[in-house]
Nanobody
Framework: QVQLVESGGGLVQAGGSLRLSCAASGRTFSSYAMGWFRQAPGKEREFVAATTWSGGLAYYTDSVKGRFTISRDNAKNTVYLQMNSLKPEDTARYYC?????????????????WGQGTQVTVSS
């Protein structure tokens, strides 16, 4: 069983930064792509970013390109989401997830394990 635990959320003013972390249990972390999703109240869950197993490739939704950076440290079984220039519309609960092997990384259906999420609130 894989467990994913997110941390690093909080309240920040617009223009500020946060770094989210997702610690994964298990010895096969480095074999899987990982992703970040978010869900705001009353809205559907949306893809934010994903990285391949090696961290060599990264994918972002258009609204965060140039502001967010996904990275991973396979030695620490951890994936990160550095969020800069935060906007009020980034307010949401952020979830990390482990991708199924060979799955499409930009949709939730491509992931089989999810964390409980961490809340990010950006004030204007």
């Amino acid at each position: 069983q894989v467990q994913l635990v997110e941390s690093g959320g909080g309240l920040v003013q617009a223009g500020g930064s946060l770094r989210l972390s997702c610690a994964a249990s298990g010895r096969t972390f480095s074999s899987y792509a990982m992703g970040w999703f978010r869900q705001a109240p009353g809205k559907e869950r949306e893809f934010v970013a994903a990285t391949t197993w090696s961290g060599g490739l990264a994918y972002y939704t258009d609204s965060v390109k140039g502001r967010f950076t996904i990275s991973r440290d396979n030695a620490k079984n951890t994936v990160y989401l550095q969020m800069n220039s935060l906007k009020p519309e980034d307010t949401a609960r952020y979830y990390c997830a482990r991708a199924r092997l060979g799955a499409r990384l930009t949709t939730g259906e491509g992931y089989d394990y999810w964390g409980q999420g961490t809340q990010v609130t950006v004030s204007s």
